[in-house]
């Protein structure tokens, strides 16, 4: 199992969920948080003053697939829907999972993701 965490503009959050929806990845789950990559921010000059916004808001995406197969479909899902060709586009990042548990069934592994 494999779970997959996109940092993506707030403003492609429903394309995201779209894309996400239209290959029938159905778990998610979505965050709004603040962050900063490569270019630590922008400066933005706020009554005279310039200031140093560091921290700008994103939306987190955390999705947990079955399998490698499922894994690369929604990354290049994520990918396309997520895309401008601008600083701040965001990153896509994956971990192996070591186990999950589907509560109302008990089930566990691959069964509680299907
Ligand atoms: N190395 C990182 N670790 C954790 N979070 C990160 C990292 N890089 C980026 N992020 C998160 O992703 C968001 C978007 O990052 P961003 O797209 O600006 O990355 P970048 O490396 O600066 O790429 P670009 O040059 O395209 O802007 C950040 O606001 C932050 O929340
Ligand atoms: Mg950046």
Do not use: H
Not at 4 to 10: K, L, N
Not at 25 to 53: A, D, F, P, W
Not at 93 to 111: C, Q
Request: glycine letters at 8%.
């Amino acid at each position: 199992m494999i779970k997959i965490e996109a940092i993506v503009r707030e403003e492609k959050m429903e394309d995201v969920k779209e894309a996400l929806s239209e290959i029938e990845v159905n778990g998610i789950t979505v965050y709004q948080v603040m962050g900063c990559g490569m270019q630590k921010g922008y400066k933005e000059v706020i009554r005279g003053s310039e200031i140093l916004i560091t921290m700008l808001p994103k939306i987190k995406f955390e999705i947990v697939v079955s399998n490698e197969e499922w894994a690369e479909k929604t990354i290049e899902a994520i990918k396309k829907a997520a895309y401008t060709g601008n600083f701040g586009d965001g990153k896509i990042f994956t971990y192996d999972l070591a186990s999950v548990v589907r509560i109302r069934t008990g089930e566990t592994g691959t069964d509680a993701i299907n």
